[in-house]
Nanobody, 118 residues
Framework: QVRLVESGGGLVQAGGSLRLSCAAS????????MDWYRQAPGDQRELVAT???????SYADSVKGRFTISRDNARNTVYLQMNSLKAEDTAVYYC????????????WGKGTLVTVSS
């Protein structure tokens, strides 16, 4: 059974930092990309950052230079370090992965809420 469990969200003032964690189980963690998405109230879910299985990373333009995605394959955990937070970063943040064999299957965590006060 695949489980993605996010943690680390909370309330922070603008300009502050948070680090999100996503603990994964039931997937071939070291062999597949892991992503962070976010969804603000009334908005569609958007891709924030990806850590590829080969070590490459990519970011949404809105977070480049402020957010850093990393992973610890020994701990089956992916992180999102968020610095210089802005009010517009307020959202529920979700961890995401695809089934390594059947990529049409998506796995999602339940999300963790990040609230940035201005």
């Amino acid at each position: 059974q695949v489980r993605l469990v996010e943690s680390g969200g909370g309330l922070v003032q603008a300009g502050g930092s948070l680090r999100l964690s996503c603990a994964a189980s039931g997937i071939l963690f070291g062999l597949q990309p892991m992503d962070w998405y976010r969804q603000a109230p009334g908005d569609q879910r958007e891709l924030v950052a990806t850590f590829g299985s080969g070590g490459s990373t990519s970011y949404a333009d809105s977070v480049k230079g402020r957010f850093t995605i990393s992973r610890d394959n020994a701990r089956n955990t992916v992180y999102l370090q968020m610095n210089s937070l802005k009010a517009e970063d307020t959202a529920v943040y979700y961890c995401h992965a695809k089934n390594a064999i059947r990529p049409s299957i998506d796995y999602w965590g339940k999300g963790t809420l990040v609230t940035v006060s201005s």
